[in-house]
């Protein structure tokens, strides 16, 4: 609620002074989805993240480092993706062609660093503060231990009988984070526009895996990906690129990227980057529709989307069409990542020359990789799970049923541990050093 004062004015022959006054103005929370019938998605309207300054390079090589910038003065500026292929759609049927694809000059809208660090230029003799650091290999031998010690437990069972009856079209299955970081300074985003960065984690489960109690424990098989756009889409209008920040890691080596820190600059003196935030966990499964691929998920926490969820685009459930973009075709500047992922010949020969194909589990071990998220009007999920042939001969049950049974596995799971304090409790972090579960402004 943002007031107002008016200061105290003196009258030309009174001694007294007028009281101050307040006006307050009330902000609308997002519609929640219906108790009972979780699962409903929410309003359609494209969330729009407020465009401001432009960025400057930035000292830390993450992915966000090596997306174009300007310099300038000595001001916490950030630069943010603008998507090329407008002629995707959700609704095709094949993957986009390099011809097929029509591009437009990216804008520099408002973004910040992945890690939320200050997006203004350091200068070169600036002091950084960073916590020692043990050798690379040694650090996820020790994070895959540590990991295992705090969560104490795997909640994941494999089940042949679960595995024979999982379609074909569901690709990969597993549990589904959502994260945003506030900008430099900000503990706690007011709106949109205080974010920095969005993030997805996944973690992926063996493909006959039900839930059972306890938290998920670390094998080592985790992803971080970055969504400069901040925001998910949630109409075919809507094209936003995503990348892969760090995979097949530990859970210790994401806890490190989600972490607030500290650091001198010579201009500015200490800047502060916040923690980030969780707001959502649940189940998804990337399928398989024929010529498409989407990424789904069902939301488990919140229980109810609120006005933080609706804004950033979460609903209770969703999918989105995914088409991963060649690294060895060209894209407009601004558009993707300097240096894209380095994939095999045997990979770089699926794409048979075009610049886009359907996104596919394997592609996502690879750092760099880009593609895009696309969103649906209605039905996301449905379209997302549509029984396959094959699938339907062989009496497998319907990906939609198998995502809907994996998230009601999810949900006692979560009841039955620390509710929304799941999260903390399955990537092995401290609830006290993290914000809570953020759902409204």
Same mark, same amino acid.
């Given at each position: 609620?943002?007031?107002?004062r %008016?200061?105290a004015?003196k009258a030309?022959?009174?001694?007294a002074?007028?009281s ?15 108790p ?10 494209s969330?729009q993240?407020?465009?401001g ?7 830390q ?12 003065e000595d001001?916490?500026?950030?630069t943010?993706?603008k998507?090329?292929?407008e002629?995707?759609?959700?609704e095709?049927?094949?993957a986009?062609l ?9 804008k520099?809208e ?5 890690n ?8 070169q003799d600036?002091?950084t503060i ?9 650090? /996820?031998?020790?994070?895959t ?13 494999e ?14 299955k597993?549990?589904i984070?959502f994260f945003?970081r506030?900008?430099v300074?900000?503990?706690?985003? %007011?709106?949109?526009n205080d974010?920095?960065r ?10 006959g ?8 424990s ?12 901040k ?6 209008k809507d094209?936003?690129?995503?990348f892969v ?6 859970m210790e080596e994401i806890k490190?990227?989600l ?5 001198m ?11 980030t935030?969780p707001?959502?966990e649940g189940?998804y ?6 010529r498409?691929?989407?990424l789904?998920?069902?939301l488990?926490i919140?229980?109810e989307v609120?006005e933080?969820?609706d ?5 209770q459930?969703?999918?989105f069409v995914?088409?991963?973009k ?9 558009a993707s990542?300097?240096?894209?992922a380095?994939y095999? /010949?045997?990979?770089?020969d699926?794409f048979?020359g075009?610049?886009w ?8 071990d690879?750092e ?5 998220i696309?969103?649906?009007?209605d039905d996301a999920?449905?379209?997302a ?10 009496n497998?049950?319907e990906p939609?049923?198998e995502l809907?049974k994996l998230?009601h ?5 979560v ?13 092995g972090l401290s %609830?006290?050093e993290?914000p809570k579960?953020q759902t409204?402004?």
């Open positions: 609620m943002a007031g107002t %008016s200061s004015r030309a022959n009174a001694a002074s007028s101050p006054t307040s006006s307050q103005s009330q902000s609308g929370a997002g519609k929640d989805s219906a009972g019938s979780k699962r409903k998605g929410g309003p359609t309207t969330p993240a407020k465009r300054r432009k960025g400057a390079k930035k000292e090589a993450t992915i966000e480092d090596t997306l174009p910038n300007q310099a300038t001001e916490s500026k950030d943010e993706m998507d090329e292929p002629a995707l759609s959700a095709s049927h094949e986009p390099a011809e097929d694809v029509s591009t437009e000059k990216p520099q408002d973004s910040a660093t992945a939320g660090e200050s997006s203004e230029q350091k200068p600036a002091t960073e916590p020692q650091q043990m050798p690379e290999s040694d650090a /996820k031998q020790n994070g231990e540590e990991a295992n010690q705090s969560t104490g437990g795997d909640a994941v069972e089940s042949p009988k679960r595995e024979e009856s999982t379609p074909s079209s569901i690709l990969e597993g549990i984070y945003f506030g900008r300074g900000i503990n706690k985003p %007011s709106d949109v974010i920095a969005s993030y997805i984690i996944l973690r992926p489960l063996p493909h895996a039900k839930l059972g109690d306890g938290p998920i670390d094998a080592g098989h985790n992803r971080m990906l970055a969504l400069p756009k925001v998910l889409p949630v109409s075919p094209r936003f690129m995503t920040e760090k995979t097949n890691v530990t490190n990227s972490s607030a820190s500290d650091y600059t010579k201009t500015a003196g200490s800047r502060h980057t916040p923690a935030a707001i959502g189940v499964a990337i399928t398989s529709t024929g498409e691929t989407h789904a998920y069902i488990t919140p229980s609120s933080v969820q804004d950033v685009g979460l609903r459930r969703d999918s995914t088409s991963t060649n690294p060895e075709t060209a894209a407009p500047a601004g990542l300097p240096k894209g380095e095999p /010949k045997e990979i770089l699926e048979r075009r610049g194909m359907p996104l596919e589990p394997k592609l996502l690879y760099n990789t880009q593609f895009l696309i969103g649906h009007n999920l449905e379209k799970t549509v029984p396959q042939p094959d699938d339907e001969e062989q497998k049950q939609k049923e809907e998230e596995e999810d949900e006692l799971r009841e039955h541990l620390k509710g929304d304090d799941t999260v903390f409790e399955d990537l %609830s006290k993290y579960l409204t402004w």
